[in-house]
C-alpha cells in the first residue's frame, strides 16, 4: 500500500531545501506514486532522469537530500566486473570491503574500487510502501534482483545462458530439502551457485571419480555450501540440496564446460553488454550535498577505499595578504568570504565537493577532468566579476588554480572524507605553479579529449613544462593555461 500522507511530508520536508530545484521536487514526487514496485527498487538516479526527461544533477541532488529525510534509502552494491552480479550490498560506506571482495558465482576476486565496483542506488522508504518483490518466484525474478540492471546483456548472451549454461532453480524455505537430478556428461564441470550467501559447489565430471556409496547430501549454510567440491563420475545423480539457514534461499545450476566457457568469453567480446550510466560511490563522494548532509557517519578513523581515477583541484588566493594590511581584517574577511561561496558554488555546478579548506585556499574533487577543469574556466571568470566589483576601491584578489587527475584513496580525517596518495600531492605542487589567473594542470588532464576540444575553443593560451616537483621522483609534464 502506497502511504501518499507520507509521502506529500517527505516532499514538503525537501522544499525546506532552497538549493533544490523545487519544480524537479513536485515532479519526482508525482511520478514516484506513479511507478511500480521493480520501478521503485534500487534506482538508477540518471537512467530515472533520463526516463522522465529530466536534469541529471537535479535528480541526484534531490535524492541524496531524500536519503537524509527518510525519503529513500541509499544503497551500496558491489558489483562483478564479468558477471554483474551484486555481490553484496551495504547501507553504509563503512560495511564496504576495503580491498576487494570474493565473487562465488565467477570464483574470483575483485579489487574494490569506488568509481567501478560500487554502485550507489536509491529504493523507496518502506514508511510509503513496503514492495512486495519475491525473488524467488521463477530464475527471471531470481537473477533480476540479483543482477545489476545497468548492465543490459546483448540477446546472443542472453539466448547462450538459456540454453546452455542454466540447467535449473531452487528455492529453499528454511529446514527445507530439494533433490535436483544431475546427468553428468564426461568431461563438463557443473556449478550450484547460491547469490544470497555468494557461494558455490563446483562439481568436476571425471572417469578418476568415485561413484558416491549414498545419496549425494549437500547443506546450505549461511556462508557456503558443504562440500564445497565434488568430484563424480559420469552419470545420473540425485542432488539433495538442504536449507540450513533461518532464511529462505535461491540459486541455480549451470553448465560450465571448457566450450560454454570458451563460448560465453567469445559471445561477450563480440557482442558486448551495454553499460547504462550509474551514480558509483566516487560520483557520490564528490557530490557537495552528500559531503555536507553526511558529513557525521559512523565511519572508522582506518577506513581506506581505492579510487583509480580522481579529479582533484588545488586553488589558493594572490594578494589577500595584502589587502588584509591595506582594508583592514573585516572587509578582508568579508571578501575571502564572498571567494569561498563563489568557488563552492561553482564546484557544486560542475558536479565536485570541496574536500577542505585551508586559508585562503581550497581543495575539491571531480568525477571527470572535464568537470573540473570547466569549473576552473568559471572560477576564473568569477572571480573577474568580484574584482570589478571592487577596483574602484582599490581591491582586488587573484585566483590561482591547479589540477592533476590519478588514483588516490579516500579516508577519513577529522569526521570527514578527505583524500591520500601521490596524485594529491601533484595537484598541490602544481597549484603552487600558478600565478593570479592562471590554471596549471598535469598532462592526465590535457589527455581527456573532452577537455582539449573545450580548451581549442576557450579563448585561452596553454605552454607546455617539464618540471621537478618538490617530492616526486621524475619530472612531470605540465601545462599552464593562461589568457
Known sequence: MFNEVILQKKIQGLSQYPSLNQTVVQQIGEILKTLDDWHLFRINPFRFAHQHDLNEHDVVEIFVHGAKIGLLDFSYNMLCPVCHSIVHHHQSLAEVEEDGFYCGICDINVP???????EVSFTISSSIKSLAINPYSDIQTYTRYYFSENYQESPELEKLLKNFILKGFFALVPDERKTLNLNL?????????CLENNASVFIHVTSDGKIPSQAIEIDLLPNAFSPSELQLPPGNYPLSITNQTNNIL????MNLSQTN???????????????????????????????????VQHLPETLNLSIKNLTI?????????????????????????????????????FSGAVVK?????????????????????????????LNETWKDKGYQIGLKV?????????????????????????????QGLAQAGEIWVTQSILDSQEVSNKLSISGYQTEQHSINLKGI????????IFK
Do not use: C, W
Not at 585551508?358 to 566579476?385: N, R, V, Y
Open 473 to 480: 621522483g621524475q619530472p612531470t609534464t605540465v601545462h599552464k
Open 313 to 349: 583541484m588545488f586553488t589558493d588566493l594572490r594578494g589577500s595578504t595584502e589587502m588584509y594590511d591595506k582594508a583592514g581584517d573585516v572587509f578582508a574577511y568579508q571578501l575571502v568570504k564572498a571567494h569561498f561561496k563563489i568557488l563552492t558554488d561553482v564546484v557544486r555546478q
Open 250 to 253: 535461491g540459486g541455480f545450476v
Open 112 to 118: 574494490t574500487h569506488l568509481d567501478e565496483q560500487v
Open 261 to 295: 566457457k570458451q563460448k560465453f568469453k567469445e559471445t561477450q567480446q563480440k557482442y558486448p553488454s551495454t553499460v547504462m550510466p550509474f551514480l558509483t560511490a566516487k560520483m557520490l563522494l564528490n557530490q557537495q550535498s552528500f559531503r555536507e548532509l553526511f558529513r
Open 402 to 430: 591547479g589540477l592533476n587527475e590519478g588514483p588516490a584513496l579516500a579516508v577519513i580525517n577529522d569526521e570527514r572524507f578527505d583524500y591520500f596518495g601521490q596524485s594529491v600531492n601533484i595537484a598541490a605542487r602544481v
Open 185 to 193: 556428461v564426461p568431461e563438463q564441470f557443473y556449478q550450484l551457485s
Open 357 to 385: 579548506t585551508m586559508g585562503d585556499a581550497i581543495m575539491a574533487t571531480f568525477s571527470h577532468p572535464l568537470d573540473g577543469f570547466l569549473a576552473s574556466l568559471k572560477m576564473l571568470s568569477k572571480i573577474e566579476q
